[in-house]
């Protein structure tokens, strides 16, 4: 059976000729499943199976499982997914091309063809990463943040240049273009693709978890490690079992006050409170008519955080308006309409919903202004009740995110004299000490990048300034938000306050923020004094945005301005004031919050001239990366002496046969953690320490510190990486009591170390090493190092209470052993301590997907459940990884 009987093709008139589709609703004319009660998702994912039908990795089975989709049951059935194209961001989209040109070099040497290592599908990199914000808010420092960059990155950047010449289908958006999830939205998406007159939904997927913040243009794609999309750029497909879909249904309308930041706060927090990792969220409901198409996104954004795959939005209305607002082709934004309604993909208010495995639903007018943080993004505060909040925060146990202050500790203060003509402030628990108006989550949304603007020009024109201890920055998604907030004529009042544009990209979310002002940063140190950030963000992880900002709290752009004056989230910033007018009069919260009127307004300067300048001409707006020389040959000479790029030890002494299966004997704990570790804690992007494993390698080899640059920037380096792993300073691991950062006890000893040399010890004696974790192991980033530096550090297993999804993949796409504790069981429940002995039996060659193994402990057996989910998953670890599989079969392929 072929495509044109599974998904008979049918004509979609079109105003510049017809074109063909595979129309699903004919599947239910054959008796084929009840396509009309299908979630808009699945819909999409059944249509790539049929139109990919090649009775190889796509066959008739995925199909009518597809087809007949059942809400209430769990799936066990594996589908493949051939997404249509990549996006990468620069801090894994290097490694990404590191990890290809090393195939091509093991290709060379197993005497196969290094071309056919080559990207099937369009690959777009942005580079989005790199910016570090060293000004303090006095002037612009866009250029010289810019010439920072590149004198950082060049070794990089000459390595990506190499790629772009020497890898097809691979499109490199310089820096200074703006961030990987707002370039995709505001131009890259296209909702519906036509390719060889076939009509089809765009789906994608991306080296960023927060890829799924273009689901709600409506295109269905969410983040994979760079392991994964690796695999997809070489042509693979993603498998993954059939997802449950959750229907989020929204009614009513947010009132005069809130923002769309606030909307998925409360989203965030309430699917984390019900559950839904590895599922697909879509949203539905009238109450989607109330929301633009960038409060939209700003929710789909934020789909890590809340745990799930994606938060979907259908196509509608709203979708086609954005389409010609951005600046789309008009046959593009007519291909949208007529395919997404011929194919049962468009929305419109009062249709009948379509069939979910769970249903949740909010009213938006319940929706109040909020805080979150200080250590989660799940962790919401409404606004009246941070006062009260934080004054509990800093008493409560770690354990339940708290300081643990005591109550001696709760009057530190620290008396800063900047200079003569600075007049002296005090710093004390709560000040806030950085204020950044960054990441896509808000910088992509109008509404609240304006009244970011408006509450700026209201606070200038009262007199208020920001606080002198608050470090200030303003980093926007794209070009595209400097042209209408200067159009509108906002920008020079946010620069008053500070909020001047240091770079077009992530900044202090994925914590570079720079450095604090020594005599700030000396204060904090020496009064160990918990002191605050407030950023647009979508982050706020331990040791994340800044090593000295204990406390880290996420809010929506007009209240990072609104933190900024107030100098401190202690404080009821609704009820107490910010500050006083010249008059001595006290200037509340209320007496300048933009009106909804004021909004809309400045909002309507907005053209699609500004979208349309700043994207068709984007290789241009980089001078310094065009006098970049493009050269090298197919393949990449490595150069044994950088620090930036070095080829990986994946591949090496790989051979062209598998090794059986083994049990993993007398294993020991190299890390024991508790729940919610990020994929921060594991590998951090951020700033290098001075006493770091990692340092001691740079200097070593004759880098100073302040070209040390980030781990992020480094991750074309193994040897800075496997260094770099579990060495955020923030880590508290349960081997090491007492301590904080990348430290371990070395057991056979009882020498405490750092977790590097630990490994390295470990190794010599050919020890086999273990993680054992809570719950929520590996939340956040879909960072792949997270689980290369693991593999790198000689961990064979991580035994966790539960997994985030993408770095549960990432773990077996290394080789790396995922198992889980069963019946809600814990090391702390079992009284693991870590110290033991340990032994996972049962593992063979014969293992099947979910079953369950053998851990032995010291004398103690527990059973444990294997979290390779899908027989493609058993074939990934039997090879060693994703990529270990995908280069023997090239190999196969052409022997």
Same mark, same amino acid.
């Given at each position: 059976?072929?495509?044109?009987?599974?998904?008979?093709?049918?004509?979609?008139?079109?105003?510049?000729?017809?074109?063909?589709?595979?129309?699903?609703?004919?599947?239910?004319?054959?008796?084929?499943?009840?396509?009309?009660?299908?979630?808009?998702?699945?819909?999409?994912?059944?249509?790539?199976?049929?139109?990919?039908?090649?009775?190889?990795?796509?066959?008739?089975?995925?199909?009518?499982?597809?087809?007949?989709?059942?809400?209430?049951?769990?799936?066990?059935?594996?589908?493949?997914?051939?997404?249509?194209?990549?996006?990468?961001?620069?801090?894994?989209?290097?490694?990404?091309?590191?990890?290809?040109?090393?195939?091509?070099?093991?290709?060379?040497?197993?005497?196969?063809?290094?071309?056919?290592?080559?990207?099937?599908?369009?690959?777009?990199?942005?580079?989005?990463?790199?910016?570090?914000?060293?000004?303090?808010?006095?002037?612009?420092?866009?250029?010289?943040?810019?010439?920072?960059?590149?004198?950082?990155?060049?070794?990089?950047?000459?390595?990506?240049?190499?790629?772009?010449?020497?890898?097809?289908?691979?499109?490199?958006?310089?820096?200074?273009?703006?961030?990987?999830?707002?370039?995709?939205?505001?131009?890259?998406?296209?909702?519906?693709?036509?390719?060889?007159?076939?009509?089809?939904?765009?789906?994608?997927?991306?080296?960023?978890?927060?890829?799924?913040?273009?689901?709600?243009?409506?295109?269905?794609?969410?983040?994979?490690?760079?392991?994964?999309?690796?695999?997809?750029?070489?042509?693979?497909?993603?498998?993954?079992?059939?997802?449950?879909?959750?229907?989020?249904?929204?009614?009513?309308?947010?009132?005069?006050?809130?923002?769309?930041?606030?909307?998925?706060?409360?989203?965030?927090?309430?699917?984390?409170?019900?559950?839904?990792?590895?599922?697909?969220?879509?949203?539905?409901?009238?109450?989607?008519?109330?929301?633009?198409?960038?409060?939209?996104?700003?929710?789909?954004?934020?789909?890590?955080?809340?745990?799930?795959?994606?938060?979907?939005?259908?196509?509608?209305?709203?979708?086609?308006?954005?389409?010609?607002?951005?600046?789309?082709?008009?046959?593009?934004?007519?291909?949208?309409?007529?395919?997404?309604?011929?194919?049962?993909?468009?929305?419109?208010?009062?249709?009948?919903?379509?069939?979910?495995?769970?249903?949740?639903?909010?009213?938006?007018?319940?929706?109040?202004?909020?805080?979150?943080?200080?250590?989660?993004?799940?962790?919401?505060?409404?606004?009246?009740?941070?006062?009260?909040?934080?004054?509990?925060?800093?008493?409560?146990?770690?354990?339940?995110?708290?300081?643990?202050?005591?109550?001696?500790?709760?009057?530190?203060?620290?008396?800063?004299?900047?200079?003569?003509?600075?007049?002296?402030?005090?710093?004390?628990?709560?000040?806030?000490?950085?204020?950044?108006?960054?990441?896509?989550?808000?910088?992509?949304?109008?509404?609240?990048?304006?009244?970011?603007?408006?509450?700026?020009?209201?606070?200038?024109?009262?007199?208020?300034?920001?606080?002198?201890?608050?470090?200030?920055?303003?980093?926007?998604?794209?070009?595209?938000?400097?042209?209408?907030?200067?159009?509108?004529?906002?920008?020079?009042?946010?620069?008053?306050?500070?909020?001047?544009?240091?770079?077009?990209?992530?900044?202090?979310?994925?914590?570079?923020?720079?450095?604090?002002?020594?005599?700030?940063?000396?204060?904090?140190?020496?009064?160990?004094?918990?002191?605050?950030?407030?950023?647009?963000?979508?982050?706020?992880?331990?040791?994340?945005?800044?090593?000295?900002?204990?406390?880290?709290?996420?809010?929506?752009?007009?209240?990072?301005?609104?933190?900024?004056?107030?100098?401190?989230?202690?404080?009821?910033?609704?009820?107490?004031?910010?500050?006083?007018?010249?008059?001595?009069?006290?200037?509340?919260?209320?007496?300048?919050?933009?009106?909804?009127?004021?909004?809309?307004?400045?909002?309507?300067?907005?053209?699609?001239?500004?979208?349309?300048?700043?994207?068709?001409?984007?290789?241009?707006?980089?001078?310094?990366?065009?006098?970049?020389?493009?050269?090298?040959?197919?393949?990449?000479?490595?150069?044994?002496?950088?620090?930036?790029?070095?080829?990986?030890?994946?591949?090496?002494?790989?051979?062209?046969?598998?090794?059986?299966?083994?049990?993993?004997?007398?294993?020991?704990?190299?890390?024991?953690?508790?729940?919610? @570790?990020?994929?921060?804690?594991?590998?951090?992007? #951020?700033?290098?320490?001075?006493?770091?494993?990692?340092? %001691? *390698? $740079? =200097? &070593?080899?004759?880098?100073?510190?302040?070209?040390?640059?980030?781990?992020?920037?480094?991750?074309?380096?193994?040897?800075?990486?496997?260094?770099?792993?579990?060495?955020?300073?923030?880590?508290?691991?349960?081997?090491?009591?007492?301590?904080?950062?990348?430290?371990?006890?070395?057991?056979?000893?009882?020498?405490?170390?750092?977790?590097?040399?630990?490994?390295?010890?470990?190794?010599?004696?050919?020890?086999?090493?273990? @993680?054992?974790?809570?719950?929520?192991?590996?939340? #956040?980033?879909?960072?792949?190092?997270?689980?290369?530096? %693991? *593999? $790198? =550090? &000689?961990?064979?297993?991580?035994?966790?209470?539960?997994?985030?999804?993408?770095?549960?993949?990432?773990?077996?796409?290394?080789?790396?052993?995922?198992?889980?504790?069963?019946?809600?069981?814990?090391?702390?429940?079992?009284?693991?301590?870590?110290?033991?002995?340990?032994?996972?039996?049962?593992?063979?060659?014969?293992?099947?997907?979910?079953?369950?193994?053998?851990?032995?402990?010291?004398?103690?057996?527990?059973?444990? @459940?294997?979290?390779?989910?899908?027989?493609?998953?058993?074939?990934?670890?039997?090879?060693?990884?994703?990529?270990?599989?995908? =280069?023997?079969?090239?190999?196969?392929?052409?022997?």
């Amino acid at each position: 059976m072929d495509q044109d009987k599974l998904g008979s093709k049918d004509q979609l008139k079109l105003s510049g000729g017809s074109a063909q589709f595979y129309r699903l609703d004919n599947l239910e004319k054959q008796g084929i499943g009840q396509i009309s009660r299908l979630p808009f998702s699945i819909k999409i994912l059944l249509e790539q199976t049929i139109r990919n039908l090649d009775h190889f990795q796509v066959n008739e089975s995925d199909i009518l499982a597809l087809a007949n989709w059942q809400p209430k049951q769990k799936s066990e059935k594996e589908i493949p997914f051939k997404p249509t194209r990549v996006i990468l961001q620069d801090l894994t989209g290097v490694p990404a091309i590191v990890d290809l040109a090393s195939l091509r070099t093991s290709m060379s040497k197993l005497g196969g063809n290094p071309a056919v290592i080559n990207p099937k599908i369009p690959v777009d990199l942005i580079i989005d990463h790199s910016i570090q914000v060293d000004s303090y808010g006095k002037s612009s420092s866009l250029q010289t943040n810019m010439e920072k960059e590149f004198e950082r990155n060049r070794e990089r950047y000459e390595f990506l240049k190499w790629g772009q010449k020497n890898f097809k289908n691979m499109k490199i958006f310089p820096p200074g273009v703006g961030i990987v999830h707002q370039v995709n939205l505001e131009s890259l998406a296209s909702v519906v693709q036509i390719k060889d007159n076939i009509c089809f939904s765009d789906t994608v997927v991306g080296t960023d978890s927060h890829t799924p913040m273009v689901n709600g243009l409506g295109v269905l794609g969410w983040g994979v490690g760079g392991i994964e999309a690796e695999s997809v750029m070489l042509g693979q497909p993603i498998y993954m079992q059939i997802p449950q879909v959750v229907g989020f249904k929204l009614t009513g309308e947010m009132g005069s006050g809130t923002t769309a930041t606030d909307l998925v706060f409360r989203i965030v927090e309430i699917l984390r409170q019900v559950g839904v990792v590895e599922k697909f969220v879509e949203f539905y409901g009238d109450g989607l008519s109330q929301l633009s198409l960038a409060d939209r996104a700003t929710i789909s954004n934020m789909a890590p955080e809340y745990g799930a795959t994606m938060g979907f939005f259908p196509t509608d209305m709203e979708t086609l308006q954005y389409l010609k607002s951005t600046g789309r082709a008009p046959d593009l934004v007519e291909r949208v309409e007529h395919y997404c309604k011929a194919q049962g993909l468009f929305r419109t208010d009062g249709m009948t919903p379509p069939d979910f495995s769970d249903e949740i639903e909010l009213d938006l007018s319940t929706i109040e202004p909020s805080l979150a943080g200080p250590k989660r993004p799940q962790d919401r505060i409404g606004l009246s009740e941070m006062k009260g909040a934080w004054a509990k925060t800093l008493t409560a146990p770690v354990s339940q995110r708290g300081y643990e202050l005591k109550e001696n500790e709760l009057s530190s203060q620290a008396k800063i004299s900047p200079s003569d003509s600075e007049a002296p402030f005090v710093l004390e628990h709560g000040s806030v000490v950085l204020a950044a108006i960054t990441s896509c989550t808000n910088t992509s949304n109008p509404s609240v990048m304006i009244a970011a603007g408006l509450l700026a020009k209201k606070a200038v024109e009262k007199g208020l300034k920001t606080k002198p201890w608050v470090k200030t920055s303003l980093a926007p998604g794209s070009r595209v938000v400097t042209d209408y907030l200067n159009q509108a004529k906002l920008d020079g009042f946010l620069e008053q306050l500070g909020f001047f544009t240091v770079g077009y990209g992530c900044t202090s979310c994925i914590g570079n923020s720079g450095p604090l002002s020594e005599p700030i940063s000396k204060a904090i140190t020496s009064n160990d004094l918990v002191v605050a950030s407030v950023l647009s963000g979508n982050r706020n992880f331990e040791g994340r945005v800044n090593p000295l900002t204990k406390a880290n709290y996420l809010a929506s752009p007009p209240l990072v301005v609104a933190y900024a004056i107030a100098g401190t989230v202690n404080i009821n910033i609704l009820e107490d004031p910010l500050g006083t007018d010249p008059g001595g009069q006290p200037v509340y919260l209320k007496d300048i919050w933009p009106d909804p009127k004021e909004i809309a307004q400045n909002a309507a300067l907005i053209t699609p001239d500004m979208y349309l300048s700043r994207y068709s001409n984007f290789e241009t707006l980089s001078p310094l990366w065009n006098e970049i020389p493009t050269k090298g040959d197919e393949v990449f000479e490595w150069d044994e002496s950088s620090t930036y790029i070095r080829n990986p030890p994946f591949f090496l002494n790989m051979s062209k046969d598998l090794k059986p299966i083994r049990e993993i004997i007398d294993a020991r704990v190299l890390v024991k953690v508790g729940d919610s @570790v990020t994929t921060d804690h594991i590998s951090p992007a #951020g700033a290098i320490a001075k006493n770091s494993p990692a340092a %001691t *390698y $740079l =200097l &070593g080899h004759g880098i100073q510190q302040p070209d040390f640059n980030s781990y992020g920037s480094r991750r074309g380096n193994d040897q800075v990486m496997v260094r770099g792993t579990f060495a955020n300073i923030r880590l508290r691991n349960q081997l090491a009591p007492g301590t904080e950062g990348g430290i371990t006890t070395y057991l056979p000893t009882g020498e405490q170390t750092s977790i590097f040399e630990a490994s390295e010890k470990y190794k010599a004696s050919k020890t086999p090493l273990i @993680v054992l974790a809570g719950k929520e192991y590996g939340t #956040g980033s879909s960072r792949d190092w997270a689980a290369k530096g %693991t *593999y $790198l =550090l &000689g961990v064979k297993a991580v035994i966790a209470s539960s997994y985030e999804r993408i770095h549960r993949s990432n773990l077996l796409g290394m080789g790396v052993l995922p198992l889980q504790f069963k019946d809600g069981n814990s090391a702390e429940s079992l009284n693991l301590t870590g110290k033991e002995s340990y032994s996972i039996l049962g593992l063979n060659d014969q293992i099947k997907p979910g079953q369950d193994l053998t851990l032995k402990v010291d004398d103690k057996e527990i059973p444990v @459940v294997l979290r390779l989910d899908t027989p493609v998953e058993i074939e990934y670890y039997r090879n060693g990884g994703i990529l270990h599989t995908v =280069l023997r079969n090239f190999i196969k392929d052409v022997g």
